[in-house]
């Protein structure tokens, strides 16, 4: 079976990292935190001959889900031309209010007010598969109360949103965050896999499991 590939648009005004996954000459892809210009993300795709078959969400923050509805229009309606179920939205469970919610996603202070949902809400330690691949769901709030990461084991991936960057953490003075939960969720949940893991943070550039067990300063 082709390995997993993982590709990467800088996009918004925060410049927040849209990662899609594939697999090596598959043209599935699974698209996480469609940030803004959700349009602009699905020709891109298109162009160089991918299909949207799921999209996951690590949090709801206006700089991850601007360009969600767009892109899921765009998805939908291609699905349904070629016969295909529609493509659906992942987020974790803790997270639906805050999706609703234009004060609480902090769109509403951005300029630019926006509610959404997710067609699916997520559990933690729950499976995704699509396109060919499969994740794991797992619940690290303190970003926001229903934040959360996908592990792809077989690539040995993190999709770590704004949980764990490069050297850093996530900031905790939005709505429904907490610093004390954020450590605790890297510290218990995301330092406890392979050391050679490799993170795609939210924002930066990726780094390692290992790298930040040892480097990142608010974790000591």
């Known amino acids: 079976m082709a390995g997993i590939k993982i590709g990467k648009m800088v ?130 709030p303190g970003h926001t109360a229903g934040g959360c990461c996908y592990y792809f084991e077989e690539a040995g991936f993190l999709l770590s949103g704004d949980t764990l960057f490069a050297e850093s953490i996530g900031r905790t003075d939005f709505p429904t965050g907490s610093m004390g939960t954020l450590v605790r969720s890297v510290k218990d949940r995301l330092f406890v896999l392979p050391e050679d893991t490799k993170v795609y943070p939210g924002h930066g550039e990726s780094t390692t499991i290992g790298h930040e067990k040892e480097y990142n300063p608010f974790l000591g």
């Open 11 to 140: 996009m918004g005004v925060c410049q927040t990292n849209c990662y899609f996954l594939y697999r090596e000459g598959e043209k599935e892809c699974i698209v996480v935190d469609p940030a803004d210009q959700g349009v602009s993300i699905y020709g891109a795709l298109q162009k160089n001959g991918f299909r949207v078959s799921a999209i996951l969400l690590t949090h709801g923050h206006f700089d991850h889900i601007w360009g969600l509805d767009a892109l899921r229009d765009a998805a939908c309606a291609a699905a349904e031309s070629d016969g295909l179920e529609p493509v659906k939205v992942y987020a974790h469970e803790a997270e639906k209010e805050l999706l609703r919610d234009a004060g609480r996603n902090v769109s509403r202070q951005a300029g630019r007010a926006c509610v959404t949902s997710a067609d699916v809400y997520v559990k933690d330690g729950e499976e995704i598969s699509a396109a060919g691949m499969s994740c794991r769901v797992i619940a690290t």
